[in-house]
């Protein structure tokens, strides 16, 4: 597996594909695995680096505070530490905040950006559901098992866990099975989703920008759409129609087809 060291911690990911690079930034909770059902399609045209950030998956997991900018410094040292000069950028939810960080701070190692169920700055709304997460982790002692049953229903539609339940639990057992997060670093990770606040930050990103929100999503809903086009100039915006929090699972065909669309059309 392959491991870089990074600032203070050594961080590992997993790369595959060819073409340009694309940096992948999972959400909270999550390791690199979170974009299986992307990497397999994006490494048709893309070098996919999927990424553990600190906290996660089998990167360190020093003590925090953690910060959305300083998992952005994380990036920007992990493509240094591969020699990376650019790459395209992409992250869902907390990966979004961090892509946006990235961008701003590092516009010279973004080529194109892409932000998924993003938000420039916590507002009360998402600062209380993130709150409740972090209180079924402490209940039950358990980070999947919170995001099983405490952040899953926040990130698909009721029809989903009502036509394919057998999905459901097919995700389930693969949030089981993959690196156990311990608490003390999913608080630090959450904390960072509590503090984060790009607003000031967002004038500064220069590259292609597609800002995408599922429609049925109340997490990030399409309230934070307009203080992201109004801050970022030139973005683009797509809307899934029968998507609540987490597209990528939730209608994977379409969200691959259209987020594909754009990246490709920013290579060269």
Request: hydrophobic residues 45%.
């Amino acid at each position: 597996m392959p491991k870089v060291r990074v600032n203070d911690i050594t961080m590992h990911y997993e790369q595959e594909g060819s073409g340009e690079p694309l940096l992948l930034i999972p959400y909270l909770a999550a390791d690199n695995a979170c974009y299986a059902f992307q990497v397999a399609e994006y490494a048709k045209h893309f070098t996919c680096i999927s990424v553990d950030p600190r906290g996660a998956g089998e990167s360190d997991k020093p003590a925090g505070p953690y910060s959305t900018e300083q998992f952005a410094d994380d990036m920007a040292g992990l493509l240094q530490a591969l020699g990376i000069e650019r790459a395209h950028v992409m992250g869902l939810s907390l990966g979004a905040a961090v892509g946006m960080w990235l961008a701003a701070k590092y516009p010279a190692r973004v080529k194109s950006l892409s932000l998924h169920s993003a938000w420039p700055k916590t507002d009360p709304f998402l600062a209380a559901v993130v709150t409740g997460w972090q209180v079924i982790a402490k209940g039950l002692g358990s980070v999947p098992e919170m995001v099983i049953q405490g952040i899953f229903p926040w990130c698909f539609t009721p029809e989903l866990y009502a036509e394919r339940p057998d999905f459901i639990e097919a995700l389930s057992a693969f949030v089981r099975g993959r690196p156990v997060q311990p608490l003390e670093a999913f608080m630090s990770e959450s904390n960072a989703v509590l503090a984060h606040d790009a607003q000031s930050q967002l004038g500064a990103i220069q590259a292609p920008t597609l800002i995408t929100f599922g429609r049925r999503d109340n997490v990030t809903s399409t309230r934070f759409a307009r203080p992201l086009q109004e801050g970022i100039a030139g973005a683009e915006t797509l809307i899934f129609e029968e998507c609540a929090h987490a597209p990528i699972y939730e209608r994977v065909d379409e969200f691959n087809e259209k987020t594909l669309a754009f990246l490709r059309r920013q290579v060269g």
